[in-house]
């Protein structure tokens, strides 16, 4: 299968074309689509005659080349109808009757220039439709947000993500307003159904099934706590298929280099060291434990906190002994055979580096976050 895509290297085209690719090269075999597949990509700086090519050839156009931010108003109607019939009537001229999907606007209800321009293609289409009998995938899109936008462009998503993330400042003149999206990579996923003729419909139009409503000051809110996440350490509920799920991937695509990573502090003494390395808010904390040669770490119990300790390096003895009773539960524990290791309730225990030259290094989570004015944490010797 040949399949066109126009504004190939916009947001939208490049991260279909990625998907594409994938398929292509054999990376990706969940879409249902046979890899036997070429991509012709044309954008605003491609040779203009290889249009004409393209159109003879494909099999499939995906038409998402348009005008967004022109200098003058009169571009809307060039970009976005202009370029439009120029491809109809390419694959006319080839009698080329392959389906042909079109990415327009929820603005093509409005009457501003953008707006007009974009119902102006739509009603292009739907007469192309008539005339030749092809099969026309008209998409309303609202917001579409997701990595590779490009910021202070389109997208306030965008804008937001890049500026908090670099530290530049933001403007938000009401964040009470009602924002509808739309995620690329549920963009992505509808648009390959769509290939497969598997298309979301809505009444004359096509949809992305799954959209997100949400305030601008929430989503504001929201990038903001995943900024300061490096120094609280404290992950937002991320559940999957969230907004704050795509959002949060969103936001750390534009993360520069200096802010891709960031130093943990790390509790060192005499024994060895102690790193927490997440909370979250209902799921408790991830931490990371490095014992010395020889050492005992422990010697505690709680009441209802409970945690795992998995050894990823070196060779321990986890020991744990119910309270008021003599009886020691023994685990030995390895980096070469990982495994995690339940810290009952009520059971004090401790870990021993049984080795005499190598550090022992044990992730640990515990259902909790730790509360310094309630620790449920008690001394006591195994």
């Known amino acids: 299968m040949k399949i066109l895509v126009t504004g190939a290297h916009g947001f939208v085209g490049k991260n279909l074309c990625a998907a594409l690719y994938n398929i292509a090269d054999g990376k990706d075999k969940t879409r249902g689509v046979d890899s036997d597949i070429t991509v012709f990509e044309y954008d605003i700086n491609t040779d203009s005659s290889l249009l004409d090519t393209y159109c003879k050839e494909c099999d499939f156009v995906f038409h998402l080349a348009g005008v967004n931010r022109p200098q003058n108003t009169e571009e809307f109607m060039e970009g976005n109808f202009g370029f439009t019939s120029e491809l109809l009537e390419n694959l006319k001229k080839h009698n080329n009757t392959c389906p042909v999907m079109i990415s327009s606007s929820i603005q093509a209800s409005l009457s501003n220039p953008y707006g007009l321009s974009k119902k102006a293609g739509e009603d292009l289409m739907f007469e192309y439709s008539e005339q030749t009998g092809a099969s026309v995938l008209v998409y309303r899109l609202p917001n579409v947000f997701g990595k590779w936008c490009r910021p202070n462009y389109n997208s306030a998503v965008a804008t937001f993500c890049n500026n908090i993330a670099n530290d530049l400042p933001i403007k938000v003149n009401d964040p009470s307003v009602n924002m509808t999206l739309v995620y690329i990579d549920d963009v992505v996923d509808e648009l390959i159904n769509a290939l497969k003729g598997e298309h979301t419909v809505d009444g004359d139009y096509c949809k992305v099934p799954v959209e997100h409503k949400i305030t601008l000051g929430e989503i504001v809110d929201l990038i903001y706590s995943f900024k300061n996440q490096p120094e609280t350490l404290l992950m937002p509920e991320i559940p999957c298929g969230s907004f704050a799920k795509k959002l949060y991937s969103t936001y750390l695509s534009y993360l520069p280099k200096e802010k891709a990573s960031f130093p943990l502090k790390m509790n060192v003494d005499a024994r060895g060291s102690f ?108």
């Open 275 to 382: 790193t927490e390395l997440l909370k979250t808010e209902k799921c408790g904390q991830f931490s990371v434990n490095i014992s010395k040669p020889g050492i005992t770490k422990g010697q505690h119990w709680h009441n209802t906190k409970w945690e795992f300790f998995i050894v990823v390096s070196g060779k321990g003895l986890i020991e744990q002994r119910r309270i008021g009773s003599d009886e020691v539960l023994r685990f030995e524990v390895s980096g070469d055979k990982i495994e995690a290791v339940h810290m009952l309730p009520g059971y004090t225990h401790n870990i021993i580096n049984l080795s005499d030259t190598e550090n022992l290094v044990t992730v640990m989570w515990a259902n909790e976050s730790f509360d310094p004015n309630k620790p449920d944490t008690f001394f006591e010797e195994v």
